[in-house]
């Protein structure tokens, strides 16, 4: 290989952090200082007890400015919490952000290793990066123009909410919502706990402001069809939802009739994506607590349905024309399931989170029942009352207050639902046998007419959206954000943001919370009419490329590689060119190239190899 | 320089976007392993050509784990492009005459400790029991290396 | 003193904790100007005192110093430590706020965070940084990844013997520095003004805060921090390593007695972080958590509940009645148990207190914002917009508005940053 390009740094800066111990109580950092200052090339190499700290990137800083380095390898912990931290301090030394490679010798070295062998793979590692720092080269972020644009994946609270802001915020908007209806869950519900606003007038009042708002346009029944772009330029496909079998269909469809025409298509431009495509109000199995085989068992959504069609007058709840003189809401279903003792689903999965919301919804309905109709009586049963949030433990008291009767269950022995049989626990249609913890583990049976299952809440179906859009999904299969705390709404995909439930269970406010942090994020994106992306691109090098065009047959992208004519010195050839925006970056040219003219910037197949030449050389050793 | 090469260098090509972060959480949790395992970040393992391998081979590296994100790789297609391109180096790996056994495709997860832990472990056997590559080796190109090395992916489900 | 400048901005945010940064960050991010103030010698609030961070296990360090780091450096953000907010009013589209920076001995132009003057001082005080387990100097910066790293003396320790002055290379101790005033007008304000801890002291069941060997969880934070006061794990009566710690919860909240009857909602989470990371330090020791319900409610919160439980930290349905010492800094705790024997005492060699959050800052005299019952600033619309308070352009956000973990003071900054921005982008419509 040539390599006639690249001249080697021999100014590289070595900056090597003790992380308060984290790092300096395994890796005799000293050491890794004096040895790996003796590697050719190396410049300088400093200790700090926090690099990242202000005086630890002043040094770097301080360095960069006096010229004694050129090249910058910080040995500290892993990449992700601060490589854009050290690439930021050298951009304010007014230096190139990318002449710049970090050494893991934290989660890779110190969490795992002590001693001499720890001291040795640091010294490894940090030579490696020198070998790569040498190679590096300044680059420039790809300007993008980008559109001032947000499509909004689904209309429920949590959806509606981010295309309000955006828009208000004088951003254009689409709101995608595949059902006939904006307001999702939340219209489903009648009070939202602890408040008690109707759900009602919350979805009423968004879904005015974004079907009045200009800058909104709502487009309901329709789904994502095809999805394609890169960030500031995505181009949505959408389509109708078709009532019948007809999606994916020409000509006749047995028992529904001929397709008419094409259902149209229809192409979004738009410059960032948010998802909130909401959750899945989990199904008991049938049997589950007697759920589908014993009447008068239903889950909290049925429940909270045919409450708010009972009459409000009488001692005791009728539902249904049904006297309901007892009820016993069960709490955790289909939440906090641990393996061993619950059931799988279909799919060999359990929903081992908490559901976050239901403990507030039950209680409030308990509240509702004792508060209404004195003559019912209510039974909690439940494994942790999780009231956490501002006026949930206010939700607590007053259901205490207002009679519910609280019984402990644990995970290990749930509460047995069984028909009732007339005996000790009455005329009931429902008995229920739990053993309870408020009363030292004693069993406890009592007749109820309903039972009421608390049920929690599951990712979405969202699998064809999550194929299409290559997005993240964690183990409890709800969207994935990069970061919980660094970017909690951010996906690994640029420009695609999570709001709401999508991401995990949330209540209202805290849907409304994550559709606003999104919204900020996406408003931050786009505002200024363009993005910089990331300059780790394909290069051609000229003086290499035969025009083979090997090169475009691997590109995994579309549109990423083309050939063309150019004047050389020997006259027209033909060669490969790259266009920047629409490249990955991901290398699969590289891979092809027989002549190696083509190279990942940043990222070049050259570093990796010095990087290896650095790993199985020996390293000048102090000791 | 020969005492220190009995332990045998692992060069792991570890996923920017899956199997690195996967070696952080298994330093989060405190789990050790072999000191002789390099880790590098790559975007996509589907940028390193044949040679490649073979020069680290040629270099001293005894045992080489593309650590990838199987099929939930961020690029379409790029798994299928490293996948065959593994299987020539399978290939040439046999008319050299070294054991394939010391080159691993596998998908790891940004939580995948276990079978991050049980890759490591597994190619490190190996190279002891292999020592430093060299051409013609004993076990190379026999029926049992030819299954036993092929690509796994140790996903692990959720 | 000097009736002092006026700096404007387009935003001010009260409070560099967390919630302030995030907010700060978002709204710079669009092009807004924002001002910081914040009432501590450091901006990062509580996170940067805490060790590691539930449910990933980061160290609290690392994920905060970017933030800071990145906020400090920000072209759009300007920020003030060491500020008392004396009033902070609004009138039309216009918010006022009038500050007094607080005089910290040194002058922060001249200050290069060399820390000589530390080290010449001769004055040993115990280290509030610390939970008070170590000492440090009477002048000092006050941790090492504060931002600014700008030195500031404790006037009641210290005896002006001189030393620091002399040693300063740059002349920027200034013994007779004064309070100096100036004032930030803004077009609108977030409130991110974070939380405190009740303190052991005034609570007789737990021994008035004079039992040895009984500490709160912000001072186990320290103990458990990378760069703490012992590097290990001990306690703090004789240095002894424990065998066994207990943690007791709702030491301050659910109770309507102790004045805090809401809950306080992530001590769960660190006493489980905690008991974790002890287990992890201390592999032999036997840990307890006394608790009335487990609220490990958020993403992946209840995956690491039942990892602690399976990594075999006990954990005890019951309500602590009360903590007594014993000799040899054994402590006693007396509980109701909910399962088993009913009334109940076990001793251990350490306790951890999860007392009570409280606001940290209270609006009255100072802003027209209202609070509830709870003493938290008030929020108008808790579904739609929990960042609104009943004062027009002035937003809330974090533990300002009721306790909250950082996960969900992160989201909810961000929230109160699209909301401001908002509001501006409204007024400059107006004109």
């Not at chain 3, 308070?389 to 109160?416: H, N, Q, R, Y």
Request: aromatic share 6%; net charge negative; proline share 5%.
């Amino acid at each position: 290989m040539s390599g006639s390009r690249q001249r080697k740094s021999d100014r590289v800066g070595v900056y090597i952090c003790h992380c308060g111990g984290n790092i300096s109580d395994h890796v005799d950092v000293e050491k890794v200082r004096a040895d790996v200052e003796r590697i050719p090339g190396v410049a300088v190499a400093r200790t700090n007890m926090f690099m990242c700290s202000d005086p630890g990137q002043e040094l770097i800083i301080e360095d960069l400015r006096q010229g004694i380095v050129d090249r910058v390898v910080v040995a500290s912990c892993a990449p992700s919490l601060h490589e854009a931290t050290f690439r930021s301090a050298i951009a304010r030394a007014g230096a190139n952000p990318y002449i710049y490679e970090h050494a893991n010798i934290r989660e890779h070295v110190s969490w795992v290793l002590h001693g001499d062998k720890a001291t040795a793979k640091a010294e490894k590692l940090v030579a490696a990066a020198v070998g790569k720092a040498r190679l590096l080269e300044p680059l420039d972020p790809i300007h993008v123009e980008a559109r001032r644009h947000v499509t909004v994946i689904g209309a429920g609270i949590a959806g509606m909410t981010a295309a309000r802001l955006l828009a208000d915020r004088g951003l254009e908007v689409v709101l995608i919502e595949k059902s006939p209806y904006l307001g999702g869950h939340a219209a489903r519900l009648d009070r939202v706990a602890p408040t008690g606003e109707r759900a009602a007038d919350l979805v009423s009042e968004l879904a005015e402001a974004v079907l009045e708002h200009a800058a909104v346009t709502v487009m309901t029944s329709t789904r994502l069809a095809g999805f394609d772009g890169y960030v500031g330029n995505y181009d949505l496909r959408v389509r109708p939802v078709l009532a019948g079998p007809a999606e994916d269909r020409n000509g006749y469809v047995p028992f529904h009739g001929v397709v008419g025409g094409n259902p149209p298509e229809l192409t979004i431009k738009t410059g960032a994506v948010i998802l909130a495509t909401g959750f899945r109000s989990y199904r008991p199995r049938r049997g589950e607590y007697g759920y589908g085989d014993l009447a008068g068992v239903v889950t909290l959504p049925e429940f909270i349905r045919l409450f708010s069609a009972a009459e409000r007058s009488g001692d005791c709840l009728v539902l249904d024309g049904r006297t309901i003189r007892s009820v016993a809401m069960i709490h955790c279903v289909g939440s906090r399931q641990i393996p061993g003792i619950h059931e799988e689903d279909g799919d060999g999965r359990l929903n081992e989170y908490c559901s976050r919301t239901c403990c507030s919804a039950v209680l409030h309905a308990a509240c509702r029942i004792r508060e209404l109709f004195a003559g019912t009586r209510v039974h909690d049963l439940y494994r942790d009352i999780r009231t956490y949030g501002r006026g949930q433990e206010e939700l607590y008291e007053r259901a205490s207050k207002s009679g519910v009767l609280f019984h402990r269950f644990t995970a290990e022995a749930p509460p047995l639902v069984e028909p009732g049989d007339g005996g000790e626990t009455g005329d009931f249609p429902l008995r229920l046998t739990v053993r309870d913890g408020l009363t030292f583990g004693e069993e406890v049976r009592m007749g109820v007419d309903l039972v009421v299952l608390a049920t929690g809440m599951e990712a979405g179906d969202i699998d064809e959206l999550v194929a299409m859009m290559k997005l993240p999904v964690g183990t409890d299969r709800f969207l994935q954000e990069v970061h919980p705390k660094l970017a909690p709404v951010e996906t690994s995909v640029a420009g695609v943001f999570l709001a709401g439930t999508a991401q995990a269970p949330m209540t209202i406010g805290e849907a409304c919370n994550g559709a606003a942090a999104a919204a900020v994020k996406a408003a931050s994106l786009l505002g200024r009419g363009y993005v910089e992306l990331d300059p780790f691109v394909a290069d051609v090098d000229p003086a290499l490329c035969r025009g083979t065009g090997d090169c475009l047959q691997a590109c995994l992208a579309d549109g990423a590689l083309e050939m063309v004519e150019v004047e050389t010195e020997e006259g027209a050839a033909r060669q490969a060119r790259v266009i920047a925006a629409r490249c990955l970056g991901c290398g699969a040219c590289v891979a092809v190239c027989p002549t190696g003219a083509i190279d990942l910037k940043g990222w070049s197949l050259k570093q990796y190899e010095a990087m290896v030449d650095m790993i199985v050389a020996d390293i000048p050793d102090n000791a | 320089m020969a005492c220190r090469d009995v332990e045998g260098k692992i060069l792991i090509l570890a996923t920017e976007s899956c199997a690195y972060p996967g070696a952080d959480s298994v330093g989060q949790a405190h789990s050790g392993y072999p000191a002789n395992t390099y880790i590098l970040r790559v975007r996509a393992p589907v940028m390193f050509p044949e040679h490649f391998y073979l020069d680290c081979f040629a270099k001293g590296i005894s045992g080489i784990i593309v650590m990838s994100c199987g099929e939930e790789c961020p690029w379409e297609g790029a798994y299928k492009a490293l996948a065959d391109r593994i299987d020539r180096v399978y290939r040439m790996m046999r008319e050299q005459g070294l054991d394939i056994r010391r080159l691993r495709l596998t998908a790891i997860c940004t939580v995948c400790n276990r079978a991050f832990l049980k890759e490591v472990n597994q190619m490190n056997e190996i190279v002891q029991e292999l020592g430093p590559p060299r051409a013609q080796e004993a076990g190379a190109g026999d029926a049992c290396a030819e299954d036993g090395a092929g690509q796994g992916n140790n996903q692990e489900s959720p | 003193m000097t009736s002092g400048r006026t700096i404007t901005c387009d935003a001010l945010v009260v409070g560099g904790g967390i919630a302030g940064l995030q907010a700060a960050l978002d709204l710079a991010d669009q092009g807004f100007s924002v001002v910081i103030i914040e009432s501590d010698l450091s901006i990062g609030g509580k996170m940067i005192r805490l060790s590691k961070v539930f449910p990933t296990l980061d160290c609290s360090s690392c994920i905060t110093t970017p933030k800071m780091a990145s906020a400090a450096h920000h072209d759009n953000i300007t920020i003030f430590t060491w500020c008392e907010l004396q009033s902070l009013e609004r009138d039309n589209t216009t918010v006022t706020a009038r500050v007094t920076a607080r005089p910290r001995y040194v002058d922060e132009e001249k200050c290069i965070g060399c820390r000589k003057c530390e080290y010449a001082c001769p004055v040993l005080v115990p280290d509030p940084e610390q939970g008070g387990f170590s000492g440090t100097k009477a002048i000092r910066i006050p941790f090492s990844n504060a931002i600014p790293q700008v030195a500031a003396l404790d006037p009641e320790h210290c005896m002006l013997c001189g030393r620091c002055a002399r040693a300063c290379p740059t002349g920027a101790v200034d013994y007779l520095q004064q309070p100096r005033q100036f004032t930030v007008t803004a077009r609108t304000a977030v409130l991110a003004t974070g939380f405190e801890m009740t303190s052991p002291g005034d609570r007789p069941q737990y021994g008035n805060g004079t039992i040895a060997n009984v500490i709160t969880a912000l001072q186990m934070e320290r103990i458990l921090a990378p760069h703490g006061p012992y590097n290990r794990v001990l306690r703090p009566m004789d240095g002894m390593e424990p065998d066994s710690i207990a943690f007791v919860q709702c030491a301050g909240s659910r109770d309507l007695s102790m004045g805090v009857p809401y809950c306080s909602r992530f001590c769960c989470m660190y006493a489980i972080k905690q008991a974790m990371l002890l287990s992890g330090a201390l592999p032999l020791a036997d840990i307890v958590i006394y608790y009335m319900d487990i609220r490990a409610f958020g993403k992946g919160y209840e995956q690491f509940y039942q990892t602690a439980k399976a990594m075999g930290i006990q954990f005890v349905k019951g309500k602590v009645a009360r903590l007594q010492g014993l000799e040899g800094g054994t402590v006693a705790v007396h509980y109701e148990a909910q399962e088993g024997e009913g009334v109940s005492v076990d001793n251990h060699d350490l306790v951890v207190l999860s007392m009570g959050v409280v606001p940290h800052w209270s609006p009255e005299g100072i802003c027209r914002v209202s609070t509830g019952a709870d003493r938290f600033i008030r929020t108008v619309r808790p579904s739609l917009s929990p960042v609104r308070t009943d004062l027009e352009g002035v937003f809330v956000a974090g533990a300002a508005s009721g306790p909250k973990d950082i996960v969900d003071t992160i989201a909810e900054a961000g929230a109160a940053a699209m909301a401001a921005s908002n509001y501006l982008a409204a007024v400059r419509q107006q004109g």
